[in-house]
T-cell receptor, first 114, second 113 residues
Framework: GNSVTQMEGPVTLSEEAFLTINCTYTATGYPSLFWYVQYPGEGLQLLLKATKADDKGSNKGFEATYRKETTSFHLEKGSVQVSDSAVYFCALSDFSGGYNKLIFGAGTRLAVHP | NAGVTQTPKFQVLKTGQSMTLQCAQDMNHEYMSWYRQDPGMGLRLIHYSVGAGITDQGEVPNGYNVSRSTTEDFPLRLLSAAPSQTSVYFC????????????FGSGTRLTVV
């Protein structure tokens, strides 16, 4: 079945450092790919998405490119801030069963220190 | 701008008790889902609904029931709580078949003792 694999955390960075969180997927067909962010005590918020190969999703300085050849959707940010500390989830859309549901990775916790 | 509202935010149950987690959305979304979040496992789909009167099982449905009598509401029922159901529960809704993003509620943290 379809699945998502994320790098294990926690990831600890200093402010203004470069961030990469790896995400690879296994899927039949051509799913849409997503990054969600969960701040402490809150629900998940959609951070960015890409719906076809070579699409680049971007939001709030974060970027991720849909790479079909490597089945990857790595999240990057050039300069992180303390306010970026959160748990980040990679997800794909799964159409099987006639319902467009989300398949999530395990999540990666990011801690940014001043 | 309420979005998806979940109640309660926290709950402690004794083994064998029953309860209902409430979820309501005001965006006229057809699709609604319940997920549970456990450490190291991401979010797993419990049940989902594609419209009023239509529900189906997700990845981990055992021990949970749902119904969808209106577009707005999608309650999740625990019939006889077990410690294995200790988790954080999220309700989510979406408008489109091609899933241009789900809107999540803020979650219910449930502890079963």
């Amino acid at each position: 079945g379809n699945s998502v694999t994320q790098m294990e955390g926690p990831v600890t960075l200093s402010e203004e450092a470069f961030l990469t969180i790896n995400c690879t997927y296994t899927a039949t067909g051509y799913p849409s790919l997503f990054w969600y962010v969960q701040y402490p005590g809150e629900g998940l918020q959609l951070l960015l998405k890409a719906t076809k190969a070579d699409d680049k999703g971007s939001n709030k300085g974060f970027e991720a490119t849909y790479r079909k050849e490597t089945t990857s959707f790595h999240l990057e940010k050039g300069s992180v801030q303390v306010s970026d500390s959160a748990v980040y989830f990679c997800a794909l859309s799964d159409f099987s069963g006639g319902y467009n549901k989300l398949i999530f990775g395990a999540g990666t916790r990011l801690a940014v220190h001043p | 701008n309420a979005g998806v509202t979940q109640t309660p935010k926290f709950q402690v149950l004794k083994t064998g008790q029953s309860m209902t987690l409430q979820c309501a959305q005001d965006m006229n979304h057809e699709y609604m889902s319940w997920y549970r979040q456990d450490p190291g496992m991401g979010l797993r789909l419990i049940h989902y609904s594609v419209g009023a009167g239509i529900t189906d099982q997700g990845e981990v449905p055992n021990g949970y029931n749902v119904s969808r009598s209106t577009t707005e509401d999608f309650p999740l029922r625990l019939l006889s709580a077990a410690p294995s159901q200790t988790s954080v529960y999220f309700c989510a809704s979406s408008s489109g078949v091609f899933n241009y993003g789900y809107t999540f509620g803020s979650g219910t943290r449930l502890t079963v003792v």
